[in-house]
């Protein structure tokens, strides 16, 4: 007969126990809370729409403005890592479509992980410890970056924190309501970003030995865990299905990565702030777990020593086990793993929190918020993680150049979304009205752009036919080189095009050139 999730007794091993009985709100916490957040909003709405709209955030809005129809069969076909993103940004886009509206939505996932931080700090310290971690994550340039890009990472950063907040509730107070907050929030962070996974196997992991120790009289907890972890596993088998048939193919384009590349991203995930600030964030960690010399590796400890291991295995699990794979096939990109972040915040909040004086403290704090703002104002200068293209620049060109009679291909399908994007928002905008738009002639399946609009390459035929039906005939560009040499489509693209018109324009813009053929 099925037992109810009761709270179970504790004794001095238990890692249910905790360690604060205190509310986890009183006005003050409100009160420093609301103003960090208020903080952090002004950090994250500033210069909002000053960086690109780049390929990335394009193609999120493209995909969620297909059909119904297009968009179910898009993500089973290829993008269903990020469906819930794709499906929460279709209803937000109903409300506006300039770029500053549509990373906004991005900006409030990453103000509510706020709170959610701010919980798991007090369900595994105490209040002090989730403000230390809530003014670190308001100022995280990490943080910031992502909130202010128009893809599913902020999402998933507040669905991974409100998994294992719920998961550490969970274990101080079984019952139905938090284990279905831990099934909920933990299946949304999958569908989010298919990486949540890690999370879930990292909190499988802090629980190791944990069956053991209990009598048969008293297995709630574990048995009760096992039925979780199984709702997981049927919500995300969809999820698991799409893996099992694409495999590797989505992420096959992941650069191998050497050393260096793996502390650069230590630093960006530090705070983008080079070594100093990582030294902090190591010293701070340092601090939280010195004081336990020889136990932290021990299974089945006590609640002071779980949280500890259960913060460091967030943590390090998930990028250890990539990076090795890695070894067989490069599956480690660094915005992957913005889930780890929150433990590195709570890790260093309860270091800082240890330290004996408060002066002490309060003077760590400072720098480190210091250095995290002067990492964030970096950022808003020059981008770091990753380069944005030219995509904005080059559709504009093409808009600005066209006539009537123009023909337009892309010399891989998926060229086309950033065109099409900044198309929609030119025609929404009275002062950058279009007086032509060429002939989309690749890729092409119907009048508007589908499902099938998304991969593939034009081929010789389809050349040939251009080049007899058309007097001018744009070429879009697109990460067309590998080794520093122009791929096998290219010189296709010049044997074909450059045979039959004899003068081209070129016009050069990061990673995107556009070519026009001319007779």
């Given amino acids: 007969m099925h037992q109810p999730d009761t709270p ?14 205190q509310p986890a709100r009183s006005w003050v916490s409100v009160l420093t809370l609301a103003i960090l957040t208020a903080g952090a909003a002004a950090l994250r709405f500033l210069f909002l729409a000053r960086k690109p709209f780049w390929f990335d955030e394009c193609f999120s809005v493209e995909v969620a403005r297909l059909s119904w129809h297009d968009l179910v069969r898009l993500l089973w076909w290829r993008e269903a890592n990020m469906s819930l993103y794709y499906v929460l940004l279709r209803g937000w886009l109903h409300f506006g479509f300039n770029p500053f509206f549509v990373r906004s939505f991005s900006v409030l996932c990453s103000l509510a992980a706020l709170p959610a931080i701010f919980w798991l700090g007090c369900k595994l310290f105490d209040r002090r410890v989730g403000l230390i971690a809530v003014a670190l994550m308001s100022c995280n340039a990490y943080a910031i970056r ?68 209990y009598s048969r009289a008293r297995t709630t907890v574990p048995s009760s865990m096992r039925r979780a972890w199984v709702g997981i ?19 096959r384009w992941i650069a191998r990565l050497g050393f260096i590349d793996v502390f650069a991203f230590w630093e960006h995930l530090a705070g983008n702030n080079g070594w100093p600030l990582l030294l902090l964030y190591i010293a701070a960690c340092l601090a939280a777990i010195s004081p336990l010399r020889g136990r932290l590796l ?73 250095l995290s703002l002067q990492g964030t104002l970096s950022y808003y200068d020059h981008d770091f993680d990753l380069e944005r293209d030219g995509s904005e620049a080059a559709a504009n060109y093409i808009y600005d150049h066209a006539r009537v009679d123009d023909a337009i291909l892309f010399h891989i399908a998926e060229a086309r979304i950033p065109y099409e994007f900044f ?30 609009d998304v991969t593939g390459k034009p081929d ?3 050349l040939r036919s251009a080049a007899s039906n058309y007097g001018r005939v744009w070429v879009v560009l697109m990460s067309n080189e590998t080794a520093g040499h122009p791929d096998a489509t290219t010189l296709m693209l010049e044997q074909v095009l450059g045979g039959s018109f004899p003068r081209i324009e070129r016009a050069r813009f990061p990673q995107v050139e556009v070519r026009l053929y001319d007779k």
């Fill in 298 to 370: 021990r299974i089945g400890p006590v609640w002071e020593v779980w949280r500890l291991q259960f913060l460091l295995i967030w943590l390090l699990f998930p990028i250890a086990l990539t990076l090795v794979l890695s070894l067989a096939r490069p599956i480690f990109l660094g915005r992957y793993f913005i889930f780890c972040l929150p433990a590195l915040i709570v890790l260093a909040a309860a270091g800082l929190a240890n330290l004996r004086k408060t002066w002490m403290m309060g003077i760590c704090l400072a720098a480190m918020l210091l």
């Fill in 233 to 251: 596993g049927l919500a995300v088998l969809p999820l698991l299905a799409f893996v099992v048939k694409t495999g590797a193919g989505p992420i």
């Fill in 423 to 452: 198309g929609s928002l030119r025609t929404r905008n009275p002062g950058k009205a279009m007086t032509a738009t060429p002939v989309i002639i690749f890729p092409r399946h119907g009048d508007h752009l589908d499902y099938r």
């Fill in 146 to 213: 992502y909130a202010q890009e128009a893809r599913s990472y902020s999402l998933f950063l507040l669905l991974a924190t409100l998994s294992s907040a719920f998961f550490v509730e969970w274990l101080q107070k079984p019952s139905r309501r938090n284990r279905s907050g831990y099934i909920l929030a933990s299946a949304l962070a999958a569908y989010a970003h298919l990486y949540a996974l890690l999370l879930v196997a990292a909190h499988w992991l802090s629980m190791r030995g944990e069956p053991a120790r």
């Fill in 460 to 462: 010789m035929k389809l």
């Fill in 8 to 21: 179970v007794s504790r004794d001095a091993g238990d890692p249910r126990q905790f360690s604060s009985e």
